[in-house]
């Protein structure tokens, strides 16, 4: 057993005391890293100087648990709340941060909510299991599993991709045009109730109350998505095909069925195409997660039916059918990446 405190030089990250505008850039090379438990903590990247050492780790002092905490490769700019852990000793990877953060995330879990905050004190004092060896932590073992797990994940990747037929990533004619005309495409802003009538708010169910089943049920935060356990309570079950914002702003996209609490605030997109939804949610996640919301300014429902979303129009009205077009291309792109990864990955002979 050892504390993150014995392991790491645990202090706040050096920030620029500027506005995100100011710091981030299109063109932006250098990783900006913010509190949120997504995309590696990286809000966006900018072109000033990096005022953070890489080979480290980040978390957030003001979530619930480790699951804002992070390896950064590279250096890196910082920001308020956020804490640098850097390592006292070596070697140190990413192999091995790998294995410390899920520690710390086990460590942590359920331990910490909005009145206990899981602050740098805290942290110097949280306590994680790793391997040892003759009383030293195992290095070589931690590398050598988690190269495994690696091997075993790419594995799964390449079933998942033959069994769901997903190989074919070449973009349409019409995906190829959209793409290259994006910055040519008319915008326009709608309010979301005008849209798609009045959010609903979720209902709260308290934990000691929750039984257990198999609907997934939907509160306030980014790990699982948000899904804080699966339930067999009689609550409101709102549709698939819809989307949440949650008591901060971020906005999911929900293709299941589900239950919510009182920190969720649920828009019907429900009679949208998938792929239009899913744009639909992004446009909400740009407009709602920005800083505005927080522990001390929550989003409700009613803040949803008057948010502003920009999106791409025809005659003056939202061109859902330009919006699957578009989302449609992303997934192509995406699962290209994945492919060619997996093709380079067995190249390599890594498994």
């Known amino acids: 057993m050892y504390e993150l405190g014995d392991l790491f030089c645990i202090n706040p990250t050096k920030w620029y005391h500027l506005e995100n505008g100011e710091i ?16 590696n903590g990286i809000m966006g990247f900018s072109n000033l100087k990096a005022n953070n050492k890489g080979n480290a780790i980040t978390c957030s002092d003001t979530t619930m648990g480790a699951d804002t905490m992070f390896y950064q490769e590279k250096d890196f700019i910082g920001y308020s709340h956020i804490q640098h852990l850097v390592p006292k000793f070596t070697p140190f ?41 003759n009383g030293k932590i195992d290095f070589e073992f931690i590398q050598r599993i988690i190269s495994s797990i690696e091997v075993e994940g790419i594995s799964k990747v390449e079933n998942f991709l033959i069994e769901n037929g997903i190989k074919y990533y070449e973009l349409t004619s019409k995906e190829k045009q959209i793409i290259e005309n994006y910055k040519d495409l008319k915008w326009q802003s709608f309010k979301l109730e005008i849209l798609f009538g009045k959010a609903t708010r979720g209902k709260r169910l308290k ?25 067999g309570n ?6 698939a095909n819809t989307s949440t914002i949650d008591m901060f ?19 019907h997109t429900d009679k949208l195409p998938k792929y239009a939804s899913i744009f639909v949610t992004s446009a909400i996640h740009k407009s709602s997660y920005n800083g505005q919301f927080n522990y ?7 803040d949803a039916d008057v948010l502003d979303i920009s999106l791409p129009v025809k005659h003056n009205k939202p061109d859902y059918e330009i919006m699957e077009t578009i989302i449609s291309a992303i997934h192509k792109l995406v699962i290209k990446d994945v492919v060619l990864y997996v093709q380079r990955k067995k190249e390599e002979g890594k498994y």
């Not at 899920?102 to 004092?125: E, L, P, V």
């Open 234 to 239: 009689n609550v409101t079950v709102f549709s």
């Open 249 to 267: 702003g971020s906005a999911k996209y929900r293709n299941y069925k589900y239950g919510g609490d009182d920190h969720i605030a649920v828009v």
């Open 24 to 39: 981030l850039s299109k063109n932006g090379k250098v990783p900006l890293v913010t509190n949120s438990s997504t995309e």
């Open 93 to 133: 990877n990413k192999s091995i941060a790998s294995a410390i953060i899920s520690a710390s995330r086990i460590s942590t879990a359920k331990k910490y909510d909005y009145g206990n905050k899981f602050n740098r004190a805290k942290m110097n004092k949280t306590k994680i299991l790793l391997p040892t060896k």
């Open 296 to 302: 001390g300014r929550n989003f409700y429902a009613k």
């Open 207 to 231: 934990s000691a109350d929750r039984i257990s089943g198999s609907l997934p049920f939907v509160t306030a935060g980014e790990t699982d998505e948000g899904v804080s356990e699966f339930i």
